[in-house]
């Protein structure tokens, strides 16, 4: 079964096809380098980091572009409240970024264009826009410093906006609260080059002095790296529409050629719980997630749901993740398996491993074999079987770490602390049932003095950290 993907432009799987055979170019939109990086973010780039590492296992070289955005509204007014230079808080979280992905095991990409380092590939792409009629300068409403107003992209202009959201313009006007602004012919219309106000960051150009706008640093970046047209461009679901809307509409509305042939767009990462949310509002970063559990684990635990699924993250998830992890790792710490062991492609775990990636990139189903190969082992104690399951994972890169010092690391800490809760709770249910309040009560503060919450619902009691 050949690879297909769903492609968010024609609303279906389908076969990919790549430009240049034997490689795909892949643009990723990246971060905006103001603050850490949550698990919103891991996930979007881990999804990408599986999809190029399974093009590799089918033999796909892949050029990765994953650009910058370090010139916006956010990093000048956060560089502003710092007391330090945009480029400066730019250069910082990139290092932080980077230590974090590595932390996570993702692959470096091949090329990180930052945006300001591109302003004249955009300026160049402007003026082609204004060529064609596609984009104007603003006369009232948005003059800055220079009394020259924004330039903008005329939405009405381009036949084919909307396309990748499967809307009209007056659809997505209708679903979005669109301010109205008078510099603008239709309120969809959005800014390519924002003139300059005081004390921000500016740059010369025939539209007086300003800055570029945030969809049109990508259009230049992945040209400029990847050509008119390439394979693939991903992004986070909320991208759809604005963001790559725009992006086709400049790209394609300046070179005549489609943008990317496949639009690839992941699932969110929602908070799962209202406690949680309450307590980590929608930005667990990853740092923070790292210092409680391995990045192994989390990997695992944002690679088992579909990638374009939702995942729901609540601490329970990603306890069941580490759990379902150590499974594995003590399948192969109990039967040794090579460090690098050979793949039989022909076995039956690893065919349904293939087809299911094959599918869409479907990880769910993928991981489950690993689970029944794991079943498998640990009735058969196959040394040939465990080499299997740790060759299948290492495609994800995942199982390649020492299982013993794996299991050490992540088991008994945590395992005989909540087996220890789990104890605690039975004792309180059977005080309770004697009408032992006192003892009850006791036993919830001890618990809560350890930072265990426990809820009483329906179905019994349940316990989470604080
Ligand atoms: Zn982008």
Known sequence: MPLEIYNTLSRSKQPLRPIEPGRVGLYVCG?????????????????????????????????YVR??????DKMIKRAAENGETIGALADRFIGYMHEDFAALGLLVPDSEPRATHYVP????????LQQKGLAYQADDGSAGETGQGDVNFAVRKFLNYGKLSGKSIDELRAGERVAIDRSKRDPLDFVLWKSAKPAEPQWPSHWGLG???WAIECSAMASETLGKTFDIHGGGPDLVFPHHENEIAQSEGANGVPLANVWMHCGALR?????????????????????????EVLRFFLLRPHYRSQIALTESLIEEARIALNRLYTALRDTGAEDRPP?????????????AMNDDFNTPVALAALFDLATEINRSRSPQLAGQLRALGGILNLLQQDPTTFLRRSSSDHDSDTTGIELLISVRATAKKEKNYEEADRVR????????????GAGGTTWRRR
Not at 278 to 285: D, E, H, R, V, Y
Request: charged share 30%.
């Open 31 to 63: 971060m905006t380098v103001y603050d850490y990086c949550h698990l919103g973010h891991a996930r979007l780039f881990m999804a990408f980091d599986m999809v190029q590492r399974w093009l590799h296992t089918l033999g796909i070289g892949v050029t």
């Open 343 to 355: 793949l039989d492609w022909n076995e039956s775990h690893a065919r349904r491993f293939s087809d």
């Open 271 to 295: 908070v799962g719980d209202e406690k949680m949310s309450k307590s980590l509002g929608n930005s667990w970063t990853i740092r923070d997630a790292l210092k409680k559990y391995d990045g």
């Open 211 to 213: 800055r570029p706008g």
């Open 67 to 72: 650009n910058i955005t370090d010139i916006d």
């Open 445 to 456: 503060k001890a618990l809560l003095d350890k930072g265990i919450v426990l809820e009483d």
């Open 121 to 128: 590939q955009m300026l160049d792409l402007i003026d082609l």
